[in-house]
């Protein structure tokens, strides 16, 4: 299920959602009628020295007829990302993402009473001022895993119950949205978007010029560079021009410690994105998957290996599907495995012009002497390092808002970022004394 994310529901508007949403699944198989969802909303209360200020909390809780808190576990976690276990006590079992939103799964809410081994089992769902539409849909697929109201099997479902990261088409993420490497975006619209978006041009050239008809367009395509050069916001960028989702792989949602489980992750993954149909698949740290076959290499890692290779020449292409590796090693993949691939695109370390492009995306106010300044300055930093200089010189700048020690209409000025810009080459120098 795919919804447009708004970020700034109120007490009003996300009470309406849930309990519109929710409404139809309230009868139960058997006709019953399943529990309410209540919606509420209370002030949270901050003290400071000067005076009280309040928040609204948009608190929603509901009883769990049929709860099976393991799996909501984690589902929460593939749904809402990283969520921390704040507490355990008196039965309850307390989550909190890292947006603020904190899911209380009551083993003994007395809230409630009733009969039966089920009857005080509860869920409940709070955050402070506003709750997105991606937490609204967390919050009924909870009501429904909590009362069984349907069988949930569907492959994005899936996929995040095995924490894969599932982002939905987002014209946000356009060309301009990845400064400078022109050549880069060049390759990639002639190689991987136009075959996708115009695939049957493609496919008529090759039933006049082959024996087998058979298609031309790419299926895997390996994206290799250092970190922070652009490589996942590139996969994401080509998934909003294709009106795909992206399907993002990371390590941790295949490997683990137990025997034959890392081949089956890879596998099932695979076949909920190919049940998904149109998707761009985007395997992160490739090589961990996919390293030299050399008397060195555990038994682990090359059984993973053949699953991987057989899933790549199992790949089926459509209009709209396509496979992406990554890595920052590529000497380190197996020779099998880079036979796979149909193309390879290597994201470098920016050059002067692109890293002035990319600071003119990050501080936009500042002119074009100021910021070719910066970029002479930033040698050897990638756009992920040129951001984090970014942002550190519009903390500082805030700090000295703060303190009144600026104007706070004024916004950083060159001198502050090229502070930060000293301090991340002195992180970087220690970094180095301290590996040596």
């Not at 916001?233 to 034959?260: F, H, Q």
Request: some cysteine; hydrophobic content about 35%; glycine content about 6%.
């Amino acid at each position: 299920m795919y919804v447009n994310v708004k970020l700034s529901n109120t007490y009003h508007e996300a009470k309406d959602k849930i309990l519109k949403e929710i409404e139809p699944y309230r009868i139960s198989s058997e006709g019953e009628l399943l529990p309410e969802v209540e919606v509420t909303t209370m002030k949270k209360e901050w003290k400071s020295a000067l005076s009280k200020t309040y928040d609204d909390i948009i608190n929603i809780k509901f009883r769990a007829l049929n709860p099976d808190f393991y799996n909501m576990l984690k589902y929460s976690s593939g749904m809402l990302g990283d969520v921390n276990i704040k507490k355990r006590m008196f039965g309850s079992l307390i989550l909190e993402s890292n947006s603020g939103l904190k899911i209380v799964f009551d083993e003994n809410d007395f809230a409630f009473k009733g009969e039966g081994i089920y009857a005080n089992k509860s869920i409940q769902i709070s955050k402070d001022k506003s709750i997105d539409d991606s937490e609204i849909e967390a919050i009924i697929e909870l009501y429904k895993m909590g009362n069984s109201v349907q069988e949930i099997k569907n492959p994005e479902y899936e996929l995040m119950m095995d924490g894969v990261k599932v982002y939905k088409p987002n014209k946000m993420f356009s060309w301009d949205y990845l400064a400078g490497y022109q050549d880069i975006k060049d390759a990639i619209r002639d190689t991987i978007i136009l075959p996708l978006k115009n695939s049957k041009v493609f496919d008529d050239i090759t039933k006049g010029t082959r024996k087998k008809v058979e298609s031309n367009r790419p299926k895997a395509v390996l994206f290799e560079g250092p970190p922070g050069t652009g490589k996942t916001t590139s996969a994401r960028i080509i998934a909003g021009d294709i009106n795909a989702p992206l399907v993002y792989v990371p390590l941790e949602s295949i490997m683990t410690k137990w025997y034959g489980e890392s081949e089956r992750n890879l596998a099932r993954i695979f076949e909920n994105c190919k049940a998904m149909g149109n998707t761009v698949m985007f395997l992160d740290e490739i090589e961990s998957l996919g390293a030299s076959r050399d008397g060195n290499t555990h038994e682990a890692t090359r059984r993973v290996l053949s699953v991987l290779l057989r899933k790549i020449d199992g790949f089926e292409v459509n209009d709209k599907t396509i496979l992406i590796g990554a890595t920052n090693r590529k000497n380190d993949l197996d020779a099998a495995l880079l036979s796979r691939f149909d193309r390879s695109l290597y994201f470098r370390i920016p050059n002067d012009l692109e890293r002035k492009a990319i600071f003119g995306n990050y501080a936009k106010h500042l002119e074009n002497p100021e910021l070719e300044i910066l970029a002479s300055q930033s040698n050897n930093l990638s756009g992920r390092n040129i951001k984090d200089v970014c942002e550190d010189a519009e903390r500082r700048w805030a700090s000295k808002i703060i303190r009144k020690e600026v104007d706070k209409k004024e916004l950083p000025n060159t001198e502050e970022y090229i502070g930060a810009l000293k301090s991340r080459a002195s992180e970087i120098e220690f970094s180095k004394e301290v590996k040596s």
